[in-house]
């Protein structure tokens, strides 16, 4: 598939930016569809975009910009004046205009935050914990009374209008203002016009309260395949309602950190062409230096056993394959088991049965490595011992990669720290140091040294 960048739109893009044809490009840019109207937005520099920005129709640069993450988008925001970047705030739901306003520095803040038409809207939704769900719901939904009927509940979703947020489910309340259930526009259309509402309701309506993490939302929509999960205060109140389209955001940011945190790096809060560098070497540097910390231990290790290594020389040519298969191996299973605890398939107090299981693998696994580690050394040296200790150590090693693997991440759990901080690099330091002693070890006793 072509890419949008190759298209013969893009050049003419690219030709009405080169000759600083600003309305021209804002134009094209204006037909072309949102996705790639971001893509284009993002391929231009600052300097470019702020040129454009005057140019494109609030509307038009609202739905743009809530495909771009905030923190990229501030950059620009920071050199605009606030006049531009009102309007196209107020063209947006109220948790998009939060999510933007909460990038931008305090200062900014102070300036824009006066002139919102939500202003005390989108002041609450900044009020709610980061990665909550009152942080992440849209307050402007539609709630009718059950008293109503098919007919009038559909007068009111004509005349409802929320900027930048599509309509999908109605929430029905009794007369306290409680959620009582949900309807979905395709049962309210089938209905007949005369039909009570709440005749037509699903009843048994999963929400959550503004304190909930967006990682549970995330997990609730998937169980239960609600296109809208309400958000209800202590008296079961609607307050608002999370759409299934912002949880999208929500999922990737997620993956984002947890990659970011599995190759020991900080996420970037900003496309990567866009990142600083200063902003990228100091995301890596800290997590660099700590693991380069922890592989002292390996060389230290090594030191500790010069004297075997001289007297059987051989032993240093595994020393690569038995520590790579042992992070390997360590790596599997932090990944499965972070994975399987994200998914809420395992808990804390499944950690017996995920160690038994787990160890169960590293056996069998090692068992399988430790057969084809021993024919490579015979094969290679013809040295029977050597290929003893080479298949033992294999065994050995991945068995207690799995050990460590399997209970690392949950005991990181237990003591408020995100699993994926002990995977990846991490666990493969870990493991490294471990194999090399057990190497040492088993080759002292074989071949008497």
Not at 215 to 234: G, K, S
Not at 315 to 340: C, D, H, K, W
Request: hydrophobic share 50%; glycine share 6%; charged share 20%.
């Amino acid at each position: 598939m072509e890419s949008v960048f190759e298209s013969r739109v893009y050049a003419l893009f690219t030709d009405a930016l080169h000759s600083a044809k600003w309305g021209d490009a804002a134009e094209i840019l204006g037909s072309v569809r949102a996705p790639d109207r971001a893509d284009f937005f993002l391929s231009l520099s600052v300097e470019e975009q702020i040129q454009i920005f005057p140019f494109l129709p609030s509307d038009l640069a609202a739905r743009t910009l809530t495909r771009i993450e905030p923190a990229t988008i501030a950059i620009l925001f920071e050199q605009l004046g606030d006049d531009l970047i009102v309007p196209v705030l107020d063209a947006m739901a109220d948790d998009d205009q939060a999510d933007f306003i909460e990038a931008l520095s305090p200062v900014k803040q102070a300036h824009i935050l006066p002139y919102l038409r939500q202003k005390d809207s989108v002041e609450k939704l900044l009020a709610y914990p980061v990665d909550s769900a009152g942080a992440l719901m849209n307050p402007e939904v539609l709630v009718v009374s059950q008293r109503l009927t098919a007919q009038q509940t559909l007068e009111r979703v004509k005349q409802f209008e929320s900027p930048g947020e599509q309509l999908h489910n109605v929430f029905i309340v009794d007369h306290l203002h409680r959620l009582k259930g949900i309807v979905s526009l395709f049962d309210l259309v089938k209905a007949a016009s005369s039909r009570p509402i709440f005749e037509i309701m699903e009843a048994d309506v999963v929400s959550v309260d503004a304190d909930t993490d967006q990682e549970e939302c995330a997990l609730l929509f998937n169980r239960y395949d609600q296109m809208t999960l309400p958000v209800v205060d202590d008296n079961r109140r609607i307050i608002g309602g999370i759409s299934f389209d912002d949880l999208v955001g929500v999922l990737v940011k997620e993956a984002d950190e947890d990659l970011a945190r599995m190759g020991a790096a900080s996420p970037i809060n900003a496309s990567y062409l866009k990142a600083n560098v200063i902003t990228m070497v100091r995301n890596r540097a800290s997590w660099l230096i700590l693991l380069f910390v922890a592989a002292t231990m390996t060389t230290t290790i090594i030191a500790a056993f010069e004297s075997e290594l001289e007297s059987v020389a051989v032993l240093a040519v595994f020393i690569p394959l038995l520590i790579g298969t042992g992070g390997n191996a360590g790596a599997q299973t932090t990944t499965t088991i972070i994975r399987a605890m994200a998914m809420h398939q395992i808990s804390l107090r499944d950690a017996r049965r995920v160690w038994l299981k787990e160890m169960s693998v590293g056996g069998l696994l090692g068992i399988v490595m430790a057969v084809m580690t021993s024919i490579l050394a015979l094969v290679m040296f013809s040295n029977s011992e050597l290929a003893l200790t080479v298949g033992m150590t294999v065994f050995c090693i991945v068995l207690s990669a799995n050990f460590v693997g399997s209970l690392l991440p949950m005991i990181a759990h237990r003591v408020g720290l995100d699993p994926t901080l002990v995977s990846g690099p991490a666990i493969t330091t870990i493991v490294d140091s471990v194999g090399l002693i057990i190497y040492f070890s088993i080759a002292q006793i074989i071949f008497g040294i």
